[in-house]
T-cell receptor, first 112, second 112 residues
Framework: NAGVTQTPKFQVLKTGQSMTLQCAQD?????MSWYRQDPGMGLRLIHY???????DQGEVPNGYNVSRSTTEDFPLRLLSAAPSQTSVYFC???????????FGSGTQLSVL | RKEVEQDPGPFNVPEGATVAFNCTYS??????FFWYRQDCRKEPKLLMS???SGNEDGRFTAQLNRASQYISLLIRDSKLSDSATYLC?????????????FGTGTRLQVTL
C-alpha cells in the first residue's frame, strides 16, 4: 500500500538553483495537488491537476511549475529558488467525491 | 478575514478531559467540511467528515452550524495519543474541481 510517494524528504538549495520535487500515487486518482505549509499560514495550494494533461494554478503558484503527463506522476519544479520558498511541501491526491486527500510524507525545503 | 479561521491554541488538557475546538468559515457557499489530524512533522490525515446533522466516531463528535458558519470538533475522554494539530477543512465546488481550504490548525496537548 504505497499510496502517495513524495521525494526527497529533505533538500537544501542555494538561491537561484532549480529542482524538482517528485510525487507519485498508485491509487489511480485523477486529482493531484501540491501544497506548501508555513507556520501560521496553514496549507496553501500551489498547483493542482484534475487529470493527465490538465493543470491549473492554486493560491500561490508563482515560482513553481507543474506538469501531468501520466495519471500517476505530478512533479513540482522550482525554477529559481528563493528564500521565500523555504517551506514544507506536501503532495496530495484525491479520489472521486469530496474531501479525502491522501498526502505524501512531505519535503522540508530550505533555500539559503 | 481568513476564509477558514481556527484558534491556534495550544489547548493543554489532562488525560480524560473533554475538549472542543471551533472553526469558522467565510464563504456561505461552502459545501462540505472535514477535520484532519496532523502529528508533528507528519502529513495531515483525514479524521472525519462533518455532516449537517452532526456525526460521531467513537470519542469524536463533529457538528456543523451553517447559519453561523462554524464547525466544531468535540473530543471526549482525551488520550495522550490525541496530542496533535487538528485542521479544519472547507470544500467549495468550483465546477472543474473542488477547492479545499485549510485552517491553520489548533494544537492539542494531552498531559498525564
Amino acid at each position: 500500500n504505497a499510496g502517495v510517494t513524495q521525494t526527497p524528504k529533505f533538500q537544501v538549495l542555494k538561491t537561484g538553483q532549480s529542482m524538482t520535487l517528485q510525487c507519485a500515487q498508485d491509487m489511480n486518482h485523477e486529482y493531484m495537488s501540491w501544497y506548501r505549509q508555513d507556520p501560521g499560514m496553514g496549507l496553501r495550494l500551489i498547483h493542482y491537476s484534475v487529470g493527465a494533461g490538465i493543470t491549473d494554478q492554486g493560491e500561490v503558484p508563482n515560482g513553481y511549475n507543474v506538469s501531468r503527463s501520466t495519471t500517476e506522476d505530478f512533479p513540482l519544479r522550482l525554477l529559481s529558488a528563493a528564500p521565500s520558498q523555504t517551506s514544507v511541501y506536501f503532495c496530495a491526491s484525491k479520489g472521486p467525491g469530496y474531501g479525502k486527500l491522501f498526502f505524501g510524507s512531505g519535503t522540508q525545503l530550505s533555500v539559503l | 478575514r481568513k476564509e477558514v479561521e481556527q484558534d491556534p491554541g495550544p489547548f493543554n488538557v489532562p488525560e480524560g478531559a473533554t475538549v472542543a475546538f471551533n472553526c469558522t468559515y467565510s464563504n456561505s457557499a461552502s459545501q462540505s467540511f472535514f477535520w484532519y489530524r496532523q502529528d508533528c512533522r507528519k502529513e495531515p490525515k483525514l479524521l472525519m467528515s462533518v455532516y449537517s446533522s452532526g456525526n460521531e466516531d467513537g470519542r469524536f463528535t463533529a457538528q456543523l452550524n451553517r447559519a453561523s458558519q462554524y464547525i466544531s470538533l468535540l473530543i471526549r475522554d482525551s488520550k495522550l495519543s490525541d496530542s496533535a494539530t487538528y485542521l479544519c477543512v472547507v470544500n467549495l465546488n468550483t465546477g472543474t474541481a473542488s477547492k479545499l481550504t485549510f485552517g491553520t490548525g489548533t494544537r492539542l496537548q494531552v498531559t498525564l
